[in-house]
């Protein structure tokens, strides 16, 4: 089991920058799991955001976030983050950290996370 918690969310104007982050709980296997941020905007379903690999090596991103966001972890303090800048009203929305099963490689599908942050909310007025 895997126990991840989000913080970092807030309220931002239009252009500003936020940087979420993630930590396991007590997992002295962090660097096992491939991580991953989703969100979910009021009214829509959950969508991927940006993905990592267990060593940090390899990333990914949805289109919409591609030169805005950055992914990025540190094995030694068992946490992920998220950088954002360039936010935009339309990246309102409650974001969440995920685990994938241990070992898997890195993955966009939703069904391929079991573990689930509770959510940080991230709100950009504008």
């Known amino acids: 089991q895997v126990q991840l918690v989000e913080s970092g969310g807030g309220l931002v104007q239009t252009g500003g920058s936020l940087r979420l982050s993630c930590a396991a709980a007590?997992?002295?296997?962090?660097?096992?799991?491939?991580m991953g941020w989703f969100r979910q905007a009021p009214g829509k379903e959950r969508e991927f955001v940006a993905a990592i690999s267990r060593s940090g090596s390899s990333t990914y991103y949805t289109d919409s976030v591609k030169g805005r966001f950055t992914i990025a972890r540190d094995n030694a303090k068992n946490t992920v983050y998220l950088q954002m800048n360039s936010l935009k009203p339309e990246d309102t929305a409650v974001y969440y950290c995920a685990a994938p099963s241990r070992f898997q490689a890195i993955t966009t599908i939703e069904s391929d996370y079991p573990y689930w942050g509770q959510g940080t909310q991230v709100t950009v007025s504008s």
């Open positions: 007590s997992e002295r296997t962090f660097r096992s799991y491939g």
